[in-house]
């Protein structure tokens, strides 16, 4: 314990390793999510997803681009890079791990709510751990 490094909550987020904030995450999981249907992305329809203004959905967008996740021309659609998708993908992914694993622990159908306020919290080791426990909560479940 000697050796710990005691924080607050900014203080972690601000020693961030990746450049990404956590509202930036969640557009991009959405971008990602809608553009898996095979329809385009459009500002309208990302802002409404995500119970947001058009204006900051416009900012939010204009911040991925300049990280290079997405492309975007005005009034056309949002379309991911290679490394937006890869991006993307993991955070479908850590939000659908989540999602089932709480699921399963609460006997519930969603647990959007608790994702969305943890998801951008957990480490991937942590993540991949909680994926491994998953057929064990899935096998106590179906003994009940």
């Known amino acids: 314990m000697a050796n710990e490094e005691f924080r607050t909550l900014k203080g972690y987020q601000m020693k961030k390793i ?5 509202s930036m995450e969640d557009y991009l999981e959405m971008i990602t999510r809608t553009n898996q249907s095979g329809n385009p992305v459009r500002m309208n329809q990302l802002a409404a997803q995500l119970n947001v203004r058009p204006s900051s959905a416009s ?3 204009a911040k991925l681009k300049e990280a290079g ?5 005005k009034y056309g659609s949002i379309t ?4 937006g998708m890869e991006t993307g993908q993991y955070l ?3 939000h659908e791990t989540l999602n089932r694993f709480f699921c399963l622990l609460n006997h519930s159908d969603n647990e959007l709510k ?3 306020l943890i998801e951008h919290f957990l480490s991937s080791t942590s993540l991949e751990n909680m994926e491994k426990l998953i ?3 899935q096998i106590m479940e179906g003994d009940e």
Do not use: A, I, N
């Open 80 to 83: 991911l890079t290679r490394q």
């Open 59 to 61: 900012k939010m967008v």
């Open 69 to 73: 996740l997405v492309q975007f021309e």
């Open 92 to 94: 479908l992914w850590r």
């Open 18 to 22: 990746d450049s990404l904030t956590e």
């Open 135 to 137: 057929p064990f909560l």
């Open 114 to 116: 608790q994702v969305e």
